[in-house]
């Protein structure tokens, strides 16, 4: 879990990485997931969502790509 160094600012946010079992072992799921928190989070999240997201779907495919070729 990362927890973001804007937090003295009055927001934050925090984000977790988990893989996860599919049903039926049908193999792995990986979750990148980022919340918000903090009295300026609303503003936070609209300034850099899409940024955050582009950023966490890059992180995801490079991983894949790793994962693939192992």
């Known amino acids: 879990m990362d927890v973001t160094w804007f937090t003295k600012f ?3 946010g925090w984000r977790c ?3 996860e079992e ?6 792995v799921r990986f979750v990148n997931h980022f919340e918000y928190t903090g009295i300026f989070a609303s503003v936070l999240q609209r300034a ?3 940024f955050l997201q582009k950023g966490m ?3 995801n495919n490079n991983l894949k790509a790793f994962v693939e070729k192992q």
């Open 57 to 59: 779907q890059q992180e």
């Open 17 to 19: 990485r988990r893989i």
């Open 10 to 12: 009055g927001a934050g």
């Open 48 to 50: 850099t969502l899409d």
């Open 22 to 27: 599919m049903p039926n072992g049908a193999g």
